[in-house]
């Protein structure tokens, strides 16, 4: 008895020794996705009184009208329209940056890679109060277009970065070999450089994305008068959460999940596809 309880704790520590990353990386994933998965279960609530802090009663009613808040719908289109715009700004400027950085040789090159990251190790009042003192010192006005400059430049560094990195990992001699076929600087660039170098510029762009929409402190110094849906979320939070906030959090999740499986199946398709 002893001798077979010995080989099942043997066969069990083997076990979990060989799996213990896959399992330490799905709690960690577990724990990421856990906000999500209270969001979406109070996205069906319907409170009593004036905060979404504790489960009631089942209700589809928030689904059916998500704009039925005042305002709601209204701050998040001027935060789609800041961060699309953003993104694009962001993500044709840093992949010239990116380019720039890694196949030419100019002075001040080193200083430059330095100041790039800047942005990512600064603490983001620190960028915000900065551009909040530029904008004023120039007499501009606070709103729409001061905060998409203020995102584009935050978001400018972590677009260079992506980018920068897959630029850094392409083979010079497939470009090279394009050249030898007779293909001129901008075939070469629109049919080789381009899709070997578009992962990471999708990268950037969806990374540009999602901190644009998400950003808080840079747009709250940098506003005005103009209400985004991360400071319309804050704003409501001192006086009450309405539900719809979490259907549009909902949503917002599954279409991102459906943007990564929709890109997982594609990447599949077309491995099997040269395979």
């Given at each position: 008895m002893?001798?077979?309880?010995?080989r099942?704790?043997g066969t069990?520590v083997?076990?979990l020794?060989?799996n213990?990353?896959v399992?330490?990386?799905?709690?960690t994933?577990?724990?990421l996705?856990?906000?999500?998965?209270?969001?979406?279960v109070?996205?069906?609530?319907?409170?009593k009184g004036?905060f979404?802090y504790?489960?009631?009663?089942?209700?589809?009613?928030a689904?059916k009208?998500?704009c039925g808040v005042?305002?709601l719908?209204?701050s998040?289109?001027?935060?789609l329209?800041?961060?699309?715009?953003?993104?694009?700004g962001?993500?044709a400027?840093?992949?010239?940056?990116?380019f720039?950085?890694?196949?030419y040789?100019?002075?001040?090159r080193?200083?430059v890679n330095?100041?790039?990251f800047?942005?990512m190790a600064?603490?983001e009042v620190?960028?915000?109060a900065s551009?909040?003192t530029l904008f004023l010192?120039?007499g501009?006005?606070?709103g729409f277009?001061?905060i998409?400059i203020a995102h584009?430049m935050f978001?400018?560094?972590?677009?260079?970065?992506a980018?920068?990195a897959r630029v850094?990992?392409m083979?010079?001699r497939l470009?090279?070999?394009?050249?030898d076929?007779y293909?001129?600087p901008?075939?070469?660039?629109v049919?080789?450089?381009?899709?070997?170098?578009a992962p990471?510029?999708?990268?950037?762009a969806?990374?540009?994305?999602a901190?644009?929409?998400d950003?808080?402190i840079?747009?709250?110094?940098?506003?005005?008068s103009?209400?985004?849906f991360?400071?319309?979320?804050?704003?409501?939070?001192?006086r009450?959460t309405p539900v719809?906030?979490?259907?549009i959090?909902?949503?917002?999740?599954?279409v991102?999940?459906l943007?990564v499986l929709a890109?997982?199946?594609?990447g599949n398709?077309?491995?099997?596809?040269?395979a």
């Amino acid at each position: 008895m002893n001798t077979r309880r010995s080989r099942i704790f043997g066969t069990s520590v083997n076990w979990l020794k060989r799996n213990l990353v896959v399992i330490a990386g799905l709690l960690t994933l577990a724990y990421l996705l856990l906000p999500n998965v209270v969001v979406t279960v109070f996205s069906f609530n319907k409170p009593k009184g004036r905060f979404n802090y504790e489960w009631q009663q089942f209700s589809t009613d928030a689904w059916k009208d998500p704009c039925g808040v005042l305002d709601l719908c209204g701050s998040l289109s001027v935060s789609l329209q800041i961060a699309f715009w953003a993104t694009l700004g962001a993500t044709a400027l840093g992949t010239m940056i990116a380019f720039a950085l890694v196949r030419y040789r100019f002075r001040a090159r080193g200083a430059v890679n330095s100041l790039i990251f800047l942005p990512m190790a600064m603490p983001e009042v620190v960028m915000a109060a900065s551009l909040l003192t530029l904008f004023l010192n120039m007499g501009a006005q606070l709103g729409f277009w001061t905060i998409l400059i203020a995102h584009i430049m935050f978001c400018l560094s972590f677009v260079v970065t992506a980018v920068k990195a897959r630029v850094m990992s392409m083979d010079p001699r497939l470009e090279q070999a394009a050249q030898d076929l007779y293909a001129g600087p901008f075939q070469t660039f629109v049919r080789v450089t381009l899709p070997i170098a578009a992962p990471g510029i999708a990268a950037g762009a969806l990374l540009a994305f999602a901190l644009s929409f998400d950003d808080f402190i840079i747009t709250n110094f940098n506003a005005g008068s103009t209400v985004t849906f991360p400071m319309f979320v804050w704003g409501s939070a001192q006086r009450g959460t309405p539900v719809q906030i979490n259907v549009i959090g909902t949503a917002m999740f599954l279409v991102a999940v459906l943007f990564v499986l929709a890109s997982m199946l594609i990447g599949n398709r077309r491995n099997k596809q040269k395979a």
